[in-house]
């Protein structure tokens, strides 16, 4: 398994749409909302904490947090996060300006078949297959629990898919839950695999993803997983989704500064119930679209208030949960190229960490496996795109200009030979003079798909360990024998 590894590169470009200034507006606009108009919260034991921690407690709940608290909060949360393999390998870095990619963040019912181009429900065979196309590509490095598990109990289903994914992909798993139960096993059947509930505390290969409910409120189910993974050491992103218009102000810094004000009290509520516990910031401010009533997903504006949030996550020095590589579109068209495309490279050059969702179309409602090796194509060329240029003397190489002079050619000296291989070369995109009627680069992108879906095997998890995972889900019914997989 073989993956872009980014680093801390001196030599990047880099982004940063908000200025010094602007950052610390939008941190004390925050403050002023959590303190002034306070945050809804439902869960007992978070009021607990809060209200020992000396914040006020309203009427409904609603809890009004002083700035040293958020203070605090920001100091306990650590900067670094490092997240693991299925089989106990460090893999991921959150920390700095390292971007990693992955998909989709919840279950869907739209899946592009690759095989017909038609529309239709998923099933628990292609949550398998988007684990081990995951698994494959190198430019995504995690995937959420995409898909259903159609015929099966509700119950066993959000556990069977989970199953499904850590059998079939030895990368990083976002895991997401229908309520707290249902988290509660996921996390237990990651431990049988981890070794041990202590051995997936100290190499988490999941994640846990939440949302609170815009406008600043925080329901009882996101923060019982919010409160169960700070006690168990399992990173949780945990973001708002605010809407322009709609769910928050008509303006992009109101909802910038209302997004950041809900995760701050997230982490707050986090970072009280274990402190050092790892946090990933990050929030998908959007907007309304008046004209069709929908959270547009490839809005310019989105990406931007995104790339703001991203600015905020740098300041705080907490890793960001950022979002890219999706869009409106109902198919892979040009729009879709456009919007997928656009919004990976703002998020290389702001320097996201954890960016989510590459593969999405039709405002989120459809995953298409196609889309997805389409993007980890323009992901490659991104990456070489933010490689930078690096000048040291090596690399400036004055001593093969000075040899070869004026008038002279390149193509045969042995520095032509030892460095042409660094360029950036695809599979996918055309370049050679030699065809006249190259294959539509649609035609290339299902191929590829295709072929991949058919011939990529993934190493197995140990047979004592399917076992252990099987017996675990005969509390629910168990899985039929042709669904194992």
């Keep these: 398994m073989s993956i872009y590894q980014p680093t801390n590169n001196p030599w990047a470009p880099r982004l940063q749409v908000l200025t010094d200034e602007q950052i610390k507006q939008l941190h004390a606009a925050s403050l002023e909302i959590l303190e002034r108009v306070g945050v809804q919260v439902v869960a007992p034991e978070a009021l607990e904490l809060l209200h020992g921690a000396g914040a006020s407690v309203g009427h409904k709940n609603v809890v009004r947090i002083p700035p040293h608290l958020v203070e605090k909060a920001i100091e306990t949360a650590p900067s670094r996060i490092v997240l693991y393999t299925r089989d106990g390998e460090p893999f991921v870095f959150l920390e700095g300006r390292r971007c990693y990619y ?47 598990a159609e015929g099966l109990d509700p119950q066993l289903a959000d556990r069977a898919v989970f199953r499904q994914i850590v059998m079939n992909t030895q990368k990083v798993i976002g895991v997401g839950a229908n309520d707290y139960g249902a988290l509660v096993d996921k996390l237990d059947m990651a431990a049988i695999v981890a070794g041990g509930e202590k051995a997936l505390r ?110 905020l996550s740098h300041y705080y020095e907490i890793p960001m949960w950022g979002t890219a590589g999706c869009t409106d579109a109902k198919r892979i068209d040009g729009q879709a190229v456009m919007e997928g495309g ?61 040899k070869v002079g004026p008038g002279g050619a390149f193509l045969t000296e042995d520095h032509t030979f030892d460095n042409f291989r660094a360029f950036w070369y695809s599979q996918l995109f055309y370049r050679s003079q030699l065809q006249d009627n190259p294959p539509e680069l649609s035609q290339k992108v299902r191929e590829e798909t295709l072929n991949i879906l058919r011939t990529h095997q993934v190493p197995p998890l140990p047979d004592d360990i399917v076992r252990e995972l099987d017996r675990y889900l005969k509390k629910f019914g168990g899985l039929p024998a042709s669904k194992r997989g």
């Excluded at 590459?358 to 995953?367: C, E, M, S």
Aim: net charge negative.
């Design 342 to 402: 656009m919004s990976l490279m703002q998020a290389e050059l702001t320097g996201a960490n954890l960016v989510h969702d590459v593969g999405y179309l039709d405002h989120a409602t459809v995953i298409s496996p196609e889309y997805i090796v389409l993007l980890d194509a323009i992901l490659d060329w991104t990456h070489h795109f933010t490689a930078g240029v690096p000048v040291t003397r090596e690399t400036l190489a004055l001593d093969v200009i000075a």
């Design 102 to 148: 992955g998909t989709m963040a919840d279950c869907w019912d739209g899946y592009l078949d690759p095989g017909t181009g038609e529309r239709r429900p998923s099933t628990l065979e292609d949550t398998a297959a988007m684990a081990r196309l995951t698994d494959y590509l190198p430019n995504l490095v995690f995937l959420h629990e995409c898909g259903f």
């Design 202 to 311: 100290e190499k988490p290969f999941i994640f846990h993803l939440s949302e609170n409910i815009s406008p600043l409120v925080h329901p009882l189910h996101a923060l019982e997983g919010l409160l169960l993974c700070a006690e168990r050491g399992i990173p949780v992103a945990y973001w708002p989704i605010p809407g322009a218009g709609s769910t928050a102000p008509a303006s992009k810094a109101a909802v910038v500064a209302q997004a950041n004000a809900e995760t701050l009290s997230g982490l707050v509520i986090h970072q009280l119930k274990q402190p050092g516990s790892p946090y990933i910031y990050g929030g998908i401010p959007g907007m309304l679209d008046m004209k069709s009533m929908v959270i547009s997903y490839g809005a310019p504006e989105m990406f931007l208030m995104v790339a703001a949030m991203t600015d």
